[in-house]
């Protein structure tokens, strides 16, 4: 399945990036921990020209201990600041100790001048990645608005906690993708509206990827047989969970539909789609 899906309104909020880069000292740099290389948007990387960036690994609780150490090492290695957060904990207090670490040099300017000074920043990332869940818990309260479907922040939003106001903005893609298979992981994450997507295509492309990842995902979660072809797997699923249409047959938009959703849930357990490479 061929997918390309760039809506009009992230045009738009490319360019109020643009216009408030000269408004901030750095960005926060919000990554799905799934998909770490297909989260890394050129777009941003050009907005990063000149400025600093903090990346935040978001729902590092949905893969492995070892996985999301493997990319830490390979971003330390690369001097690229980070921090490892779970958006949906609560307590993101790390990214703001982070931030201001990054900028301790200016912050200290300063203060040896008698001034304290807001550490301002842009939050960035791709759609759903978890940008206003991380804001609304390092805030406490929910101001920014979430959701889980893309597309959610539409404008920019300025907030403020301990001595740093942050610029929300809205989830932005590309405007065109040249790996598929970076299009498919953002896509398995709910970085791409599901309305522009076949659904079951791409259920059963997941299954073909995910079963050589983790072989034995589909067979824990679902109580199915062993079985390397896909389309005997999609069956199976669909068998087990009772998923028919009238007259027996397979009803494959509802498989597909759950599959997916219970990968973005992390019910098929920690998987990540992408390796840190050494």
Known sequence: MLIQWFPGHMTKAIRLMEANLRLVDALIYVIDARAVASCINPVFDRLLAGKRALYVFNKCDLVEAE??????????????????????????????????????????????????????????????????????AMLKRAKAVTGDRPGVTRGTQWLSVDGIDFLDTPGTLWSKFEDQKVAHHLAYIGSIKDDVLDCEQLAFDFIDEVKYLYPDCFKLRYGIGDSEDTLEIFDAIAAARGYRLKGGEPDYDRTARMIIDEFRKGKLGKLSLEKAQN
Do not use: H
């Open 67 to 136: 996985d999301i150490a493997g990319w830490c090492d390979r971003f330390k290695r690369e001097g690229k600041a980070y921090v490892k957060a779970v958006g949906t904990s609560g307590d993101c207090s790390q990214i703001a100790a982070g931030l201001r670490q990054l900028m301790a040099d200016k912050i200290e300017k300063y203060s040896k001048k008698g001034a304290n000074i807001s550490v301002r920043a842009m939050v960035v990332g791709v759609p759903n990645s978890g940008k206003s869940t991380i804001i609304n």
